[in-house]
């Protein structure tokens, strides 16, 4: 059964950036069409996806594509998300998940991280 | 603003069904799967339906999904208490080079 689990700080200062790490654990990343994606949704609201990485190559939510990057650690099994230049507004739970190729579903999700921006 | 429009809330009583709907554009539902996810407070969403269709194993068959043009529906029969959660509705969009694009989700409250 895969597992994938968010890890990183849960505080980070306005204009600074934002990096968490989600590892994944059952499977190997580097193995299968899935699509390694993050997901996030403030408190009280919906979610918003923020990207996803497959074999190098990535895609992202273009009202969040000039600060994401999402990378891939095959050696670690785990894959990242930078955020940078963040404010109060990208305060949210962030979800790590996989999705499968050709729906876009997601089939596994993290327990997700609250991360606060804050000074 | 989401980018696929779902009505805030719904109700019924259990037994009852109900219907969610999703509505999007050409770019989105109108050539992409649609998926559906089930989330209870406090915890990480759950995938519902995906392809449209199709019920991941576990998922009672309570639960079912449609779509047609650019509006997908999800349909739930004999409500039951356990049923009430937020339901988001999501797709690939591909405009500006693909992404994924969610419905601003649908509180059911069962009566």
């Known amino acids: 059964q895969v597992q994938l689990q968010e890890s990183g700080p849960g505080l980070v200062k306005p204009s600074q950036t934002l990096s968490l790490t989600c590892t994944v654990s059952g499977g190997s990343i580097s193995s299968g069409s899935y699509y390694w994606s993050w997901i996030r949704q403030p408190a009280g609201k919906g979610l918003e996806w923020i990207g996803r990485i497959y074999s190098g190559s990535t895609n992202y939510n273009p009202s969040l594509k000039s600060r994401v990057t999402i990378s891939v650690d095959t050696s670690k099994n785990q894959f990242s998300l930078k955020l940078s230049s963040v404010t109060a507004a990208d305060t949210a739970v962030y979800y790590c998940a996989r999705a499968q190729g050709g729906s876009s579903s997601i089939h596994y999700w993290g327990q997700g991280t609250l991360v606060t921006v804050s000074s | 603003q989401s980018v696929l429009t779902q009505p805030p809330s719904a109700s019924g009583t259990p037994g009852q069904g109900v219907t969610i709907s999703c509505s999007g554009s050409?770019?989105?539902?109108?050539?992409?799967?649609v998926n559906w996810y089930q989330q209870f407070p406090g915890t990480a969403p759950k995938l519902l339906i995906y392809?449209?269709?199709q019920r991941p194993s576990g998922v009672p068959d309570r639960f079912s999904g449609s779509k047609s043009g650019t509006s997908a529906s999800l349909a739930i029969s004999g409500l039951q208490s356990e049923d009430e959660a937020d339901y988001y509705c999501a797709a690939w969009d591909d405009s500006l080079n693909g992404h994924v694009v969610f419905g601003g989700g649908t509180k059911l409250t069962v009566l």
């Open positions: 050409s770019s989105n539902i109108g050539s992409n799967f």
């Open positions: 392809s449209n269709n």
